[in-house]
Nanobody
Framework: QVQLVESGGGLVQPGGSLRLSCAAS????????MAWYRQAPGKERELVAT???????NYADSAKGRFTISRNVIKNTIYLQMNSLKPDDPAVYYC????????????WGQGTLVTVSS
């Protein structure tokens, strides 16, 4: 089974930074794009950033200029460097990977919790 393991979340003050990591393993499509999503309490899961195998990136408007997604294709790992964290960034952050058909998987990892509070 595919496993997606996120880590790096925690409590940070407004304006602070965190670096999230996500490792994908199992029968993955290693050339697929990978992505970070987040889900705040009472809200729908939303896309934060994506990165292709070749390193092309895209960001949600809320993440542009503050977050940076990167990827280690050898380790099937992605990262999310989050700077200038705001009070509306708290959520559980999840990663995902595309299958061979270009669709993100229907399974999710446990996520990693980001809390922003002074």
């Amino acid at each position: 089974q595919v496993q997606l393991v996120e880590s790096g979340g925690g409590l940070v003050q407004p304006g602070g930074s965190l670096r999230l990591s996500c490792a994908a393993s199992g029968p993955i499509f290693a050339s697929g794009a990978m992505a970070w999503y987040r889900q705040a309490p009472g809200k729908e899961r939303e896309l934060v950033a994506t990165i292709t195998f070749g390193g092309e990136t895209n960001y949600a408007d809320s993440a542009k200029g503050r977050f940076t997604i990167s990827r280690n294709v050898i380790k099937n790992t992605i990262y999310l460097q989050m700077n200038s964290l705001k009070p509306d960034d708290p959520a559980v952050y999840y990663c995902n990977i595309e299958d061979a058909f270009g669709q993100y998987l229907q399974r999710w990892g446990q996520g990693t919790l980001v809390t922003v509070s002074s």
